[in-house]
T-cell receptor
């Protein structure tokens, strides 16, 4: 999987929007942009993914730059339950049959009451 | 069940013993992954199964680690002659299809392995 760069940590006040950035300057045309999050003492959970267009679901929105070299995960109203490590991952099918889902260090989001 | 199930949730073993960790993926999911996460660290890929294809074992840290997936469903990760550095949370994930990157993976809650 191609590499992504995220800030190590971010803070947000409760009930305010949060914008989590991710840079992926070496993204290829067939890479999907995925976001997962890991709450304390839990396994990662899927948040959202997209290819070129912005995406919305019940958890978050994903804004993808026109050149696809960066993206932003948007939590519209942060709650204390959103405190987690957020991972931005590029996911492609590599023709050898390997379909790894490679996690970087992610961004640790703290939500202040 | 509705999600990925892992057992046991916790395992304490003595150094040098063998351990088996089990993963029950979501029914119908053809892709299955194993990861491990040491305390305060990120997720380290171990092995990946996709249908009847040969597994991708590129992440296994040593020949003490092995995994199998029987009947395309349940998977077992075996660690032989455990060492203290094997202590970690072992996570399993499954995914519906291998159709490009347009699929999401679902994770279990993990097995916390402690080697004493």
């Amino acid at each position: 999987d191609a590499k992504t760069t995220q800030p190590n940590s971010m803070e947000s006040n409760e009930e305010e929007p949060v914008h989590l950035p991710c840079n992926h300057s070496t993204i290829s045309g067939t890479d999907y942009i995925h976001w997962y999050r890991q709450l304390p003492s839990q396994g990662p959970e899927y948040v959202i993914h997209g290819l070129t267009s912005n995406v919305n679901n019940r958890m978050a929105s994903l804004a993808i730059a026109e050149d696809r070299k960066s993206s932003t995960l948007i939590l519209h109203r942060a709650t204390l339950r959103d405190a987690a490590v957020y991972y931005c991952i590029l996911r492609d099918y590599s023709g050898a049959g390997s379909y790894q889902l490679t996690f970087g260090k992610g961004t640790k989001l703290s939500v202040i009451p | 069940g509705a999600g990925v199930s892992q057992s046991p949730s916790n395992k304490v073993t003595e150094k040098g013993k063998d351990v088996e960790l089990r993963c029950d993926p979501i029914s119908g999911h053809t892709a299955l992954y194993w990861y491990r996460q040491s305390l305060g660290q990120g997720l380290e890929f171990l092995i990946y199964f996709q249908g009847n294809s040969a597994p991708d074992k590129s992440g296994l840290p040593s020949d003490r680690f092995s995994a199998e997936r029987t009947g395309g469903s349940v998977s077992t990760l075996t660690i032989q002659r455990t060492q203290q550095e094997d202590s970690a949370v072992y996570l399993c994930a499954s995914s519906l299809t291998m159709g490009g990157g347009n699929t999401e993976a679902f994770f279990g809650q993990g097995t916390r392995l402690t080697v004493v």
